[in-house]
């Protein structure tokens, strides 16, 4: 089992940046790819952002939702412990519940890095809100 645990969600004005955290623990080992998703009021879960690990078997990938290029960054640490997902310039459409997603499929092509069925694991979720 893996457990995630996310925090840095918060309230901001617009243009304004936030960081969020995603922990892993348990058996993180079998963990190749990493996600950040996000739920609005009244609308289904979108990816945002989507990485291999530094050991996924197939090598790096990554993938950001259009929104949020040039916008968010999503970094690991070398130990699988800890995810960040760095935020700036936020706007009120960034408004949500982000959410930490973990998978263990070893093979996860670019496209597919935001189907939410490819992941295992996920955490209970931190609030993002941004005012205008």
């Known amino acids: 089992q893996v457990q995630l645990v996310e925090s840095g969600g918060g309230s901001v004005q617009a243009g304004g940046s936030l960081t969020l955290s995603c922990i892993t623990t348990g058996n993180t080992a079998k963990v190749n790819y990493m996600a950040w998703f996000r739920q609005a009021p009244g609308k289904e879960r979108e990816g945002v952002a989507a990485i291999a690990t530094r050991d996924a078997p197939a090598g790096y990938v990554e993938r950001y939702a259009d929104s949020v290029k040039g916008r968010f960054t999503f970094s690991q640490d070398n130990v699988k412990t800890t995810f960040t997902l760095q935020m700036n310039n936020l706007q009120p459409e960034d408004t949500a519940i982000y959410y930490c997603?973990?998978?263990?499929?070893?093979?996860?092509?670019?496209?597919?890095?935001?189907?939410?069925?490819?992941?295992?694991?996920w955490g209970q979720g931190t609030q993002v809100t941004v005012a205008s």
């Open positions: 997603a973990a998978s263990r499929y070893r093979t996860v092509q670019e496209y597919h890095l935001f189907g939410s069925t490819v992941y295992d694991y």
